[in-house]
T-cell receptor, first 116, second 114 residues
C-alpha cells in the first residue's frame, strides 16, 4: 500500500502570493489532517477533514484554508503569504472510523514552503 | 488546555548506552499519549501510544514508555541505543473531547556518538 503522498516536496514563494499544497492519503483512509512545523512553534494542528467536511480547526488565521475531495485527497491553501508562513507542512491520514486518539496516524514527508 | 513539555532540546548518548527522553503533559483527564520519531526530511513515524491499561507500553524499534499519572509524565526509554536511532523525537497528547487533534511537544534531538 502506498503511503501518504504530499506534493510538491519543496516550494518557494514570495510574500503576498498564494500557494496550494496537495495530499493524497493512504488508500481507504477518509480522514486527513494538516500540521505546520516550524523551528520556533514546533508542530501545530491546522485542520482535519473527513468525508469532505472540516471536522476540526486549529488556531490559524483565515488565510489558511483547506478542502477535501470525494476521493479523500486534500488540498490546503495559504493566501497572502507572509514570511512567517515558511514551514514544513505535514499531512497525516487515518482510516477515520474511530478517532485520532485511538487510530494510528500516518504522516507524509511534508512540503517545505519557503516564503521570500 | 492540553500542553506537552519536553525539557531536553538536545541529548547526546553513546552507542550502546541507555536512553531516556522526558515528557510531561498537562491535561485534566486521562490523556492519550504518543511518541513519534522524525528523521531529517521525513514525516513522523509512530513509536508507541498509551490509551489505558498497563502503564508500561512497548513500541517499535525496541522503545518503551511508562505512563506515570502522579508525575504527569510519559518518558521514552531504550536500553541500548543504536546509531540509527539518531533523530528527533516528539511526545504528543490527544483527547477525543479536543476534536481529535494532537498537541505536540517541542521535540528532543537525539545524537548518538560512536
Amino acid at each position: 500500500k502506498a503511503g501518504v503522498t504530499q506534493t510538491p516536496r519543496y516550494l518557494i514563494k514570495t510574500r503576498g502570493q498564494q500557494v496550494t499544497l496537495s495530499c493524497s492519503p493512504i488508500s481507504g483512509h477518509r480522514s486527513v489532517s494538516w500540521y505546520q512545523q516550524t523551528p520556533g512553534q514546533g508542530l501545530q494542528f491546522l485542520f482535519e477533514y473527513f468525508s469532505e467536511t472540516q471536522r476540526n480547526k486549529g488556531n490559524f488565521p483565515g488565510r489558511f484554508s483547506g478542502r477535501q475531495f470525494s476521493n479523500s485527497r486534500s488540498e490546503m491553501n495559504v493566501s497572502t503569504l507572509e514570511l512567517g508562513d515558511s514551514a514544513l507542512y505535514l499531512c497525516a491520514s487515518r482510516a477515520g472510523t474511530g478517532t485520532a486518539t485511538n487510530e494510528k496516524l500516518f504522516f507524509g514527508s511534508g512540503t517545505q514552503l519557503s516564503v521570500l | 488546555a492540553q500542553s506537552v513539555t519536553q525539557p531536553d532540546i538536545h541529548i547526546t548518548v553513546s552507542e550502546g548506552a541507555s536512553l531516556e527522553l522526558r515528557c510531561n503533559y498537562s491535561y485534566g483527564a486521562t490523556p492519550y499519549l504518543f511518541w513519534y520519531v522524525q528523521s531529517p526530511g521525513q514525516g513522523l513515524q509512530l513509536l508507541l501510544k498509551y490509551f489505558s491499561g498497563d502503564t508500561l507500553v512497548q513500541g517499535i524499534k525496541g522503545f518503551e514508555a511508562e505512563f506515570k499519572r502522579s508525575q504527569s509524565s510519559f518518558n521514552l526509554r531504550k536500553p541500548s541505543v543504536h546509531w540509527s536511532d539518531a533523530a528527533e523525537y516528539f511526545c504528543a497528547v490527544g483527547a477525543a473531547e479536543y476534536g481529535n487533534k494532537l498537541v505536540f511537544g517541542a521535540g528532543t534531538i537525539l545524537r548518538v556518538k560512536s
